[in-house]
T-cell receptor, first 114, second 110 residues
């Protein structure tokens, strides 16, 4: 157990639908990062939150949004889902705003869009 | 084009053999990390290197950061089946931009 909790572990949904992925960071970590991993794209950075505020944005589509709540858990919302959104979605956390010392990853949510 | 190029992409070896995988870039990084990922799990941090020329050892794994902080290597001595997995390098640039390589998929056969 890495200390980063992601739910659900698996999600199957239809095109056009909306889903919410949830992440609780490791105790004491203030930053939460969201990554998408697909076979052809590798790990792609989506967005980072630090202590409730958006800190950095990567290749996140406009159909996707995220937030970090006062208790530091984070949610990633994916809407108008397309087949190409099928992927593993990872949450990671770090103590500070700078993740250069390394992340702790959760075990991921496998999203399948049918 | 990936900012971090990892090679080889795939590696299949017998138990007991030695191996080296590489992580190369034209960018300078303030730190570089190596992770191992097993199927169905998230990447697990193995090491972080921050100083050019730095060498870190973790049991049978030796990590080296290039003098110019643009590249890194991971050497495994006497590989075991438990070393099987996807090895990812990740580099952090000064603007907090963290990039991952595509990974080296290692299979160690008993």
């Amino acid at each position: 157990d890495s200390g980063v909790t992601q739910t659900p572990k698996h999600l199957i949904t239809a095109t056009g639908q909306r889903v919410t992925l949830r992440c609780s960071p490791r105790s004491g970590d203030l930053s939460v990062y969201w990554y998408q991993q697909s076979l052809d794209q590798g790990l792609q950075f989506l967005i980072q939150y630090y202590n409730g505020e958006e800190r950095a944005k990567g290749n996140i589509l406009e159909r996707f949004s995220a937030q970090q709540f006062p208790d530091l858990h984070s949610e990633l919302n994916l809407s108008s889902l397309e087949l190409g959104d099928s992927a593993l979605y990872f949450c990671a956390s770090s103590v500070g705003a700078f993740g250069g010392w390394g992340y702790t990853f959760g075990s991921g949510t496998r999203l399948t869009v049918v | 084009t990936q900012l971090l190029e990892q090679s080889p992409q795939f590696l299949s070896i017998q138990e007991g053999e030695n191996l080296t995988v590489y992580c190369n870039s034209s960018s300078v990084f303030s730190s570089l990390q190596w992770y191992r990922q097993e199927p169905g799990e998230g990447p697990v941090l193995l090491v972080t290197v921050v100083t050019g020329g730095e060498v870190k050892k973790l049991k049978r794994l030796t990590f080296q950061f290039g003098d110019a902080r643009k590249d890194s290597s991971l050497h495994i001595t006497a590989a075991q089946p438990g070393d099987t997995g996807l090895y990812l390098c990740a580099g952090a640039r000064d603007n907090n931009d963290m990039r991952f390589g595509a990974g080296t998929r290692l299979t160690v056969k008993p």
